[in-house]
């Protein structure tokens, strides 16, 4: 009839992607009513979510050091525009669809498999999975759209390849391994600001990750070892280069531990990275409205699980965050003590005195500069 019909055994390509199944539609209710059960080819998304995502901060993200513009919250992160929910609550629907792929920026999910409902403004995601990173990424969960959205979604990732991921969101190639995740996640808001500020949830993650030593930091370490007057101090920080490098790179490490998250800040007490002879136990947040971390991670030899040997703490923006490194190595040992001598003044406070590392690595460049002078 004219308020319904059926096109089964369809084919055909819409721009680059080919597109077969059936869709059907319903047009006799209060909204359209729209079945499809599709099979295609590389799906861009771009396209598909340009109308919930009119005022976004994508161009934020791609230029995170310029100042917020109109429609900015302060990070320059996260749009405060309202989304546009009216699509989902102009029209239901009941949608199965096999893709070669989901593609969306330098995101892609491979042999991508969906199940969703929509009725009356509320999105049922059943079923949503694929390859991702060479991992299996599977999610699902509710989206209400009322006068914004309120979402629901519990996402697992198994094995994703950790080295891709961060090549491709961060540029950095140092870490490789494989990557588990387990989350429950909720947030609520008219935009992506609210949404992001509603952040929350729970959730653990784990894998192997190994670090990557690169030749030229096997130069540095030996360089440090042989540099200047301050040898002691320089070989400290020589002995702390060797102890991570010989914990943590080159080989796997098994990494393991829970996070929580409150109005869009990321919390952890227990992540560990168990490497060989020593361990990282990292504990901090990460704010994602405001885009800042401040982080600390304690690292321990085997033979002294109780005082951390290394310190490192990072703060400021998530992309560009301040390190500071302290601990056993960057203290000044006290001297032997003198014999003792009728008449003798009694020693000075011989406490280990901290020393800044880049201060050492001064002195010892001034050192060796010198020493190729004669």
Do not use: C, H
């Amino acid at each position: 009839t004219a308020e319904r019909f059926t096109v089964n055994d369809l084919s055909g390509q819409i721009g680059p992607t080919e597109i077969s199944g059936s869709l059907g539609a319903d047009l006799s209710g209060a909204r359209p009513m729209v079945s499809a059960d599709l099979v295609t080819s590389e799906l861009p998304l771009a396209g598909l979510l340009a109308p919930a995502a009119v005022g976004t901060g994508g161009a934020a993200s791609a230029n995170p050091g310029r100042s917020p513009v109109k429609g900015e919250t302060k990070s320059g992160r996260w749009s405060t525009q309202p989304i546009d929910v009216s699509t989902l609550k102009a029209v239901d629907a009941e949608v199965k669809l096999r893709a070669q792929a989901l593609v969306t920026d330098t995101l892609r999910l491979d042999n991508a498999v969906v199940d969703a409902g929509l009725a009356g403004g509320v999105l049922d995601l059943r079923k949503l999975t694929g390859t991702f990173y060479d991992g299996a990424l599977s999610v699902s969960g509710k989206v209400v759209a009322g006068d914004g959205l309120d979402a629901g979604l519990a996402v697992t990732a198994i094995e994703m390849n950790l080295g891709r991921l961060l090549q491709d969101l961060a540029d950095s190639d140092r870490v490789s391994g494989p990557l588990n995740l387990n989350a429950t996640l909720s947030a609520q808001g008219k935009s992506e600001a609210e949404l992001i500020g509603s952040l929350a949830g729970k959730g653990d993650l784990g894998g192997t990750l190994t670090v990557k030593r690169k030749a030229e930091e096997e130069v540095g370490a030996v360089v440090l070892g042989i540099l200047g007057d301050k040898v002691k101090e320089i070989r400290g920080v020589a002995d702390a280069t060797n102890v991570l490098f010989g914990a943590f790179a080159g080989a796997p490490a098994a990494l393991k531990g829970t996070f929580t998250v409150d109005k869009g800040i990321v919390s952890t007490s227990d992540t560990k990275l168990d490497g060989r002879a020593a361990t990282a136990l990292t504990q901090g947040t990460i704010a994602l409205p405001a885009w800042q971390i401040d982080t600390r991670t304690d690292v321990f030899r085997a033979q002294d699980t109780g005082t951390p040997y290394l310190t490192a703490e990072l703060r400021g923006p998530l992309d560009k965050p301040n390190p500071r490194i302290s601990g056993q190595p960057f203290q000044r040992q006290p001297q032997p003590a003198a014999p003792d001598t009728p008449g003798a003044q009694p020693p000075a406070d011989t406490q280990p005195t901290p020393i800044k590392p880049e201060d050492v690595i001064k002195e010892g460049l001034k050192g060796l500069l010198k020493g190729l002078k004669n």
